[in-house]
């Protein structure tokens, strides 16, 4: 009894606060009118997305078969056909550039990251970064002028090296943020167990970040597969299978680009096709990406 009358005096001089869910004060219905038009905005932002791959599959889908992952490209009033030199090229032109953008980039990274000065990291963040900005035409054309105008021919090696220029960027970017992300007191353990500078980068500073080195280069390696305009000029298109890195040679981009506008609808049909397998294979990157960086732990 004596307990019910001290819980009853300590109920009547502290009140448990009654909870109020009214959606009539101004600030809740200020919250729930900025919430619905945050919503209305994300759908606004991604329509045009969802029209554009929709637009494609629609259009590209009645084509996809076994032919069009075998066969060759045809020619103008030629039934058939497929994209399959298209196909390989693109993996020629983008390895070539993955391989000449990743070892340069991840060097400069480290270089930023690990050895480089205040004002002189500035610098090479503003280059890094005004290089980013830079039209993919004017890379191609820059690409022209050092490869193409110096080998007397179009070539798969042209392509790539264009392209590196545009990935290189991405990849000094990401790869920097990435190993500035590791713990200072990994490196110090290092240092402190005998280890030099060097090995400290090479065996435990940069398999730490490796997870989110691979994310950029993935985003990199996407951002290249799908450029047409440095293509143009330097690899410029072939019909035939690619026959060597130092000849012109066919990719998705540049098919998409030439058969787009020709009046022919096989072509045309050809194109809706590529353009599907290219968007899938950019997503198909993206989500990859996306994938390692959730597994990727400091």
């Known amino acids: 009894m004596a307990t019910n009358n001290i819980e009853d005096r300590y109920a009547e001089e502290f009140p448990t606060p009654k909870m109020e869910h009214s959606y009539t004060t101004p600030r809740t219905a200020i919250g729930l009118a900025l919430t619905v038009l ?29 032919e069009l992952f075998t066969g060759s490209i045809p020619v103008a009033l030629q039934p058939g056909g497929g994209i399959a030199p298209a196909i390989v090229g693109t993996l020629i032109v983008v390895g070539i550039a993955t391989a000449i953008s990743i070892p340069f980039g991840v060097l400069a990274a480290v270089y930023l990251s690990e050895f480089s000065s205040g004002r002189i990291a500035r610098w090479i963040r503003f280059a890094t970064n005004v290089l980013s900005g830079v039209p993919s035409i004017i890379v191609g054309i820059f690409a022209y002028g050092v490869i193409v105008l110096t080998t007397n021919t179009y070539s798969a090696v042209a392509g790539g090296f264009a392209l590196a220029i545009l990935m290189l960027p991405i990849v000094v970017r990401t790869a920097d943020e990435s190993l500035q992300l590791v713990p200072q007191e990994i490196r110090w353990a290092s240092v402190g167990v005998g280890a030099s500078n ?13 997870g989110a080195i691979a994310t950029g280069v993935t985003l990199a390696i996407a951002r290249a597969a799908g450029e047409t305009a440095p293509l143009i000029f330097t690899a410029l298109f072939s019909q035939y299978w690619p026959r060597g890195i130092w000849e012109p040679v066919p990719t998705l981009s540049v098919l998409i680009y030439n058969f787009a506008a020709v009046p022919y609808q096989n072509q045309q049909e050809i194109a809706w096709a590529a353009s599907l397998i290219l968007v899938l294979l950019i997503l198909l990157a993206s989500i990859l990406a996306r994938w390692v ?3 990727s732990t400091y």
């Open 38 to 66: 945050a919503f209305l905005l994300l759908g606004v932002a991604l329509l045009p997305l969802f029209l554009v791959i929709g637009f494609v599959i629609v259009k590209g889908a009645n084509r996809l078969n076994f």
């Open 198 to 210: 060097f090995q400290t980068v090479l065996t435990v500073v940069l398999p730490a970040a490796m």
């Open 293 to 295: 960086a959730s597994r």
